[in-house]
């Protein structure tokens, strides 16, 4: 049983459509696929059509923005009930933060003499709900500024390059919170990815848990080996769900093929349970449990 639990649609920074998406993780020779767009449920129900038609199993689910202090740290919520009103507003207020922050990034490559404006990135995120610099890296692909979403991120986008903007997330426990009272259950994507070793210390992750945290993603691209033992004793240690998951964007990340890395059924089924419990405790219908 082949299982990937993190990928993105054109609703978010894909670049294929949820339809087309689940029809090429089944074609892929996915059993399971989790559709986990950044801060929006809004392809879940084009998701699920295709998923019955094409025979894959589909977990619902979503990418939250959240920070701990100030650093930005990544919440896969799966079966999260999107309509439970406290976790609808807060999802959008990031929507509301990323849709904010386009204009300020456009200014900043305006002063480094690049003339993109927002209704470029508006009109290239067209089936986004949630625009994000990814978007604004492919207009300035198309503009011939960059070549590649990473090269825009590594000389402009990325903290501390010349154009880039905070925006809002919401912290951390309060999102993993949110998710558990909404009858989900919350895992960190990739959590030492990208330099956050520092941040996400098993002293910290035991208090995460203690808070309902219930998995780590450690089967991901931006974990070295080295850095996927370290992680595996943690959740070994802390009772902690291990995941493995592609990151897939399409051909808007290189490297992030679907089913590139995978979740061992057995972890699966705990998450599953896990859920179930969740949404049983929350006493809110939970949306779309696979079969
Ligand atoms: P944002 O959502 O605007 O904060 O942008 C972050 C998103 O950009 C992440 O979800 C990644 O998928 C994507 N991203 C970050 N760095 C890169 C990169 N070097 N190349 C392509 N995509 C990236
Ligand atoms: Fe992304
Ligand atoms: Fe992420
Ligand atoms: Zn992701």
Redesign the pocket.
């Known amino acids: 049983m082949r299982i990937d639990l993190h990928t ?1 649609s054109s609703v ?2 894909g670049t294929d459509d949820p339809r087309t998406l689940v029809r090429k993780a089944a074609e892929s020779g996915l059993d399971v696929v989790a559709l986990t767009d ?1 801060d929006t449920a809004e392809g879940w129900a084009g998701a699920t059509a295709v998923a019955a038609e094409v025979g894959i199993t589909l977990v619902l689910g979503m ?1 939250i ?1 959240t920070r701990l202090g100030a650093a ?1 740290v ?1 919440l896969l919520a799966y079966l999260p009930d999107p309509t439970y009103a406290p976790l609808a507003a807060a999802l959008d207020k990031i929507l509301e933060g ?1 849709n904010s ?1 386009v204009p300020a990034i456009c200014a900043k490559l305006g002063e480094l003499g690049f003339e993109i404006t927002a209704g470029d990135v508006r009109r290239r995120a067209a089936a986004a709900a ?8 492919d207009v300035m692909i198309a503009a011939g500024i960059v070549a ?3 090269e ?3 000389r402009f ?2 903290p501390g390059r010349p154009a880039h903007v905070n ?1 809002y997330a919401v912290p951390l426990s309060e999102a993993i919170a949110l998710v558990a009272a909404s009858g989900g259950v919350g895992v960190i994507a990739h959590p030492w990815g ?1 330099g956050r070793s520092g941040v996400l210390t098993e002293a910290t992750l035991s208090d995460l848990r203690d808070q309902g945290l219930v998995g780590l993603e450690i089967d991901h691209q931006d974990h070295s080996p080295e850095a996927r033992d370290a992680l595996r004793a943690i959740a070994r240690n802390l009772d902690l769900v291990v995941t493995g998951s592609s ?1 897939h ?1 399409g051909t ?3 490297d992030h093929e679907l089913g590139c890395n995978t979740t061992a059924p057995e972890e699966y089924e705990r998450l599953l349970d896990l859920a179930a419990q969740a949404a049983a405790a929350s006493g809110r219908p939970a949306p779309g449990v696979p079969a």
């Open positions: 993105h978010s920074d950044h990418e923005s930005g990544h990323r922050r949630a625009t994000g610099r990814p978007h604004v890296a590649t979403r990473d825009a991120f590594e986008l990325n925006r990208r990151d964007h808007g990340k290189i």
